[in-house]
């Protein structure tokens, strides 16, 4: 490695004559050639660099929000100690703002044929797959005058799954799923119910319940109740387009319709229906299916990790006819998009009668907050036009719902923190309600 900078000025003075220069310099140039000599064996006796053996262990996923550890060993196969500190790099959305310095740089000292562990304490703010970029050791020789310095390629991969921060709301739609799934029967009939059991009638009963044949073979009139039918098919179909990229809060759209996706995946795998996965713009995305109800939800989260917005129109005949042959049989089709007077009307409005002739089907929006905030805002003139504005806006996504119920589609319009449970109790009242 050669000599740069302030330490090669100082070999080159050790190295020239006393004899031809001044008598007053010899003292100066004694101490200089002295110094290049502390720094000439300050470097020889540093450990070198690219002989290291680096290799990574730790975690290889983990939610948005919580922290990743990922272990990187060190080991020194020279015979001199290493005295080194080192960066361990990783994409800037690894780390919360400002804790990439504390996290990414060590001190380590190695010595002769042993090795170290050094930990990586990843705090990711995206979804997706983060790869290590490289490893940078700068070794230090006993006095700290000389170093070495190399990179190494250490590959490791740590993906970010969706934070699924709507979690908090399953235990209490659990609890509404129980009384609908024969541990409390109902008295609803139609179509997605099956038979339960008898029992004796009481006033305020659906007379159309009552068992005649029951009845004629004992005293009393006897009525049938019915439990929601399992092993339905529900098809989660995510519009990842444009408009899937607007931010609400923090986040773009798309994340919201994710976490309402999760929680109702969670909530019809514990029903005993299967649960489907599409993402589409103008191709597929992502497709999940074909799996069990325990292996479902993990499933959907890594498909989901790495699935971002794209900046085009979605393509609504593509995307329906993708998912007609995802669900080949009747399903409940959950469509997450935005209710947008445009894309609906041009788009999906005119291709949704193929979607409804076979399926029940659903459409779920996340709404901007800020739109809200303005429909409230008073107190000046500027807040009263953004109030008015703010108005148009909602009328229109009412105007848009309304045609789509018209077509007989659920709809479901809420805020990101609203729309998940929102998403869930639609999906338990139509069980109830005997539509799946």
Same mark, same amino acid.
């Given at each position: ?17 006393? $004899? ?8 100066? *140039?004694?101490?200089?050639?002295? *110094? ?66 504390? @996290? ?17 304490? *990843? ?13 940078? /050791? ?21 993906? #970010?799954?969706?934070?699924?921060? @709507? ?8 609890? %509404? ?11 609803? %009939? ?46 989660? /179909?995510?519009?990842? $387009? ?5 931010? /609400? ?32 713009? %103008?191709?597929?995305?992502? *497709? ?10 993990? @499933? ?32 409940? #089709? ?16 005119? /291709? ?85």
């Amino acid at each position: 490695m050669p000599l740069t900078g302030r330490a090669a000025l100082l070999a080159a003075l050790g190295s020239i004559p006393v $004899g031809v220069l001044e008598p007053g310099w010899t003292g100066i *140039l004694a101490v200089n050639g002295s *110094l290049a000599l502390a720094c000439a064996c300050d470097y020889a006796l540093a450990a070198p660099v690219r002989r290291l053996l680096l290799t990574r262990s730790g975690d290889t996923s983990v939610r948005l929000g919580d922290t990743a550890e990922v272990t990187l060993t060190v080991t020194n196969p020279a015979g001199r100690p290493l005295r080194a500190r080192l960066r361990d790099a990783w994409p800037p959305s690894s780390w919360q703002p400002g804790a990439e310095t504390g @996290s990414s740089r060590h001190r380590l000292a190695v010595p002769p044929g042993e090795r170290r562990r050094v930990t990586t304490r *990843l705090r990711p703010t995206r979804r997706g797959d983060r790869q290590a970029d490289r490893v940078t /050791v700068r070794s230090y020789g006993p006095l700290g005058l000389f170093t070495r310095q190399g990179t190494h390629k250490v590959p490791w991969t740590v993906r #970010i799954l969706p934070p699924f921060t @709507s979690r908090r709301h399953l235990p209490s739609k659990l609890a %509404r799923l129980r009384e609908l799934d024969g541990r409390t029967s109902v008295l609803t %009939r139609g179509e997605g119910t099956e038979f339960d059991s008898l029992r004796e009638y009481i006033p305020g009963d659906d007379t159309r319940s009552i068992d005649w044949r029951a009845t004629a073979r004992q005293s009393a009139v006897a009525v049938r109740t019915w439990r929601p039918e399992r092993d339905r098919h529900i098809l989660l /179909v995510l519009d990842t $387009g444009r408009t899937s990229a607007g931010r /609400v809060g923090d986040a773009p759209r798309l994340d919201a319709s994710m976490d309402a996706a999760l929680l109702l995946a969670a909530l019809a795998a514990r029903a005993g229906d299967r649960v489907a996965l599409l993402a589409y713009d %103008r191709r597929v995305r992502a *497709l999940v299916q074909g799996r069990t109800a325990g292996d479902v939800l993990p @499933s959907l989260v890594d498909a989901m990790a790495s699935i971002e917005p794209e900046l085009v129109e979605t393509d609504a005949r593509g995307l329906t006819a993708a998912a007609l042959r995802t669900a080949p049989r009747r399903s409940l #089709i959950v469509l997450l998009t935005t209710l947008d007077a445009a894309p609906v009307e041009q788009g999906l409005l005119p /291709v949704l009668p193929r979607l409804t002739q076979r399926h029940t089907v659903l459409v779920a929006s996340v709404a901007d907050p800020h739109i809200a905030r303005m429909a409230r805002a008073r107190g000046s003139a500027e807040a009263v036009y953004e109030a008015a504005a703010a108005a148009q806006a909602q009328k229109e996504r009412e105007h848009t719902a309304e045609q789509l119920r018209g077509h007989g589609v659920t709809v479901v319009d809420a805020l990101p923190e609203d729309l998940a449970p929102a998403l869930a109790d639609a999906y338990l009242a139509l069980k109830a309600a005997g539509r799946l």
